[in-house]
């Protein structure tokens, strides 16, 4: 059965840094492009980064670029987020996403994903 298991959420000061990953299991993240989503309490969910498995072309939201950075670990068939400079808009339930379709451009748009990570919390307080 494929899944993607997130882990790295936790609390953190605005100013400091997480690291979020996305490990799968039951398939390779190698082919597929993979992204980022965030939901905060009340607000709609939005895309936050996206990498491509055609080109590892990657895409941010304009709210963390220059703050958040994905990467691949192919040896670890792990995908991560390292978000610095949080800002306590930044709340929220961070969810690990995957397009199956192979060798694909990312988009930051939910119904190009088809697997879906449980999440983990990250909450940005002082």
């Known amino acids: 059965q494929l899944q993607l298991v997130e882990s790295g959420g936790g609390l953190v000061q605005p100013g400091g840094s997480l690291r979020l990953s996305c490990a799968a299991s039951?398939?390779?993240?190698?082919?597929?492009?993979i992204g980022w989503f965030r939901q905060a309490p009340g607000k709609e969910r939005e895309g936050v980064s996206c990498?491509?498995?055609?080109?590892?072309?990657?895409n941010y939201a304009d709210s963390v670029k220059g703050r958040f950075t994905i990467s691949r670990d192919y040896a670890k068939n792990t995908v991560y987020l390292q978000m610095n400079r949080l800002k306590p808009e930044d709340t929220a339930d961070y969810y690990c996403?995957?397009?199956?379709?192979?060798?694909?451009?990312?988009?930051?748009?939910?119904?190009?994903?088809?697997?879906w990570g449980q999440g983990t919390q990250v909450t940005v307080s002082s």
């Open positions: 996403v995957a397009d199956t379709r192979m060798f694909r451009l990312c988009v930051l748009s939910e119904g190009e994903y088809d697997y």
């Open positions: 039951g398939f390779t993240l190698d082919y597929y492009a």
């Open positions: 990498i491509s498995s055609s080109d590892g072309s990657t």
